[in-house]
C-alpha cells in the first residue's frame, strides 16, 4: 500500500471517528435522543466500518480527482465536493427515511457536522499528499 494512500486513509478516518464519536455520542447525544432517532444500542463497530469504507474510497479519489493534490485549495476544492456527497446520504437520505421529532432540526445539526467533518479533513488530505509518495517523488512541489 503506498504511503500516500495510508496518510489519505487516515487523514480521513482518525478525524471522522474522532469528531463523529464527541458530537453524536457525548456533545449532543441529548439532543439526537430527542430527534428520537438513535436506536438504544448504538453499534460503534458498524459506524467505523462506515467510515472505513468512505475513507478507502475518498483516499483513492483523492489524488486521482485533483490536479496538484498536496496544495491546500485542492484539499479544500476536494473536501467540498466529498461533503457535499456524504451530506446528501448522511442528512438527506436518512432525513427522507427515518422517523425523527424534528427534520429541520436534524438536517441542521448534521450539516453543521459534515462542515466541521470536512474543514478537519481538507487540510489533512493535502498533508497526506504533500508527505506521501506524490510530494517525495516530485520534490519541488512541496513548496507550492
Known sequence: MRRSFTLALLA???PTFILGYVWHLQLFTNYYHELGIYRPD???PLGFL???????IFAAAYPR??????RLA???RFAALAAMLS???TTLA????????SVGGFMLIETMFTIVQFALVAPLLAWSARTGSVALA???????
Open 65 to 70: 480527482v485533483v490536479d496538484q493534490p498536496w
Open 94 to 101: 436518512v432525513a427522507a427515511k427515518h422517523p425523527m421529532t
Open 50 to 56: 462506515s467510515m472505513l469504507v468512505q475513507g478507502v
Open 138 to 144: 516530485h520534490p519541488d512541489q512541496r513548496a507550492a
Open 87 to 89: 451530506w446528501s446520504f
Open 42 to 44: 448504538v453499534i460503534i
Open 74 to 76: 485542492s484539499g479544500m
Open 12 to 14: 480521513y478516518l482518525v
